[in-house]
């Protein structure tokens, strides 16, 4: 009996120490595990780690130098060196003293002498216009020139016939001549007096009749119309054409500021 007791005691304690060694173990591996996912857990919470430029490193031979230890490694590069410039420095413009090249004449009004005469020549569509310019009369001034100071003038047309208005007066500015011009050259001036309308009726049987101009007036037997001309008279080939349809052609004269009576071919 001592002997079965014995043995009793002894399986006891040889699975009681089997079951410490495998709490034991448990407890290891478990603590590992927390170990472990610790780490993991504050890797995965710490922030990133910013990278620090790297600065050039200085070389004391110039802007770039080779490795010593093989002729293959890249060109360090050192920071610039300024190259100074082969171009001499000027002094900055002072204040002009005087007129420069720019002070030629160029023909623009301003441009050049502010005063000096030139010939002028006022061209008058009318002739037998009388001409005045600036207040002074000048007498034989057609295809004549004019001797003019550059600057502002004024001139003055005036004439006695009832093919235009009486008189009429433009303002006009000389200008220097330019530099590839012939100090010579005159400077022409229009003045054109504003012509008077006329009026061109046609005298027929009845208003059957009519007369038909290029560029010019129609008219019906019995009618009239008002005609402006572009010079004291002008000259119009017309066409006139009976009830029946025969055409017959023929040539008007109108003079400006007058009426014209047409009478009916025959």
Request: charged fraction near 20%.
């Amino acid at each position: 009996m001592a002997i079965l007791k014995r043995i009793r005691h002894l399986n006891g304690a040889a699975q009681r120490r089997v079951i410490l060694q495998r709490a034991g173990a448990v407890v290891v591996a478990t603590a590992a595990v927390a170990l472990v996912t610790a780490g993991v857990t504050r890797w995965l919470r710490a922030p990133a780690p910013t990278p620090t430029p790297a600065r050039p490193r200085r070389s004391s031979q110039g802007p770039s130098r080779r490795c010593s230890r093989c002729s293959t490694c890249p060109a360090e590069v050192g920071p610039s060196v300024p190259v100074p410039s082969a171009r001499p420095r000027t002094a900055p413009p002072g204040p002009s003293t005087g007129p420069g090249p720019s002070a030629v004449a160029s023909g623009a009004p301003g441009v050049g002498p502010a005063k000096g005469p030139r010939p002028g020549r006022v061209a008058i569509k009318q002739a037998g216009a009388r001409l005045e310019v600036d207040g002074r009369e000048q007498r034989g001034w057609f295809g004549k020139s004019i001797p003019l100071d550059v600057g502002p003038h004024t001139a003055t047309a005036s004439i006695d016939n009832p093919c235009c208005e009486p008189t009429r007066s433009v303002t006009f500015t000389v200008a220097p001549p330019a530099p590839d011009e012939p100090s010579e050259k005159p400077q022409v001036v229009q003045v054109s007096l504003a012509f008077k309308k006329s009026t061109v009726s046609l005298q027929a049987r009845d208003s059957t009749h009519q007369m038909t101009c290029n560029d010019g007036p129609t008219v019906f037997g019995g009618g009239s119309q008002i005609v402006t001309l572009n010079d004291v008279s002008q000259t119009f080939r017309c066409t006139f054409r009976s009830p029946d349809g025969t055409t017959k052609p023929g040539t008007v004269t109108v003079h400006a500021g007058k009426d014209q009576v047409v009478r009916w071919p025959e």
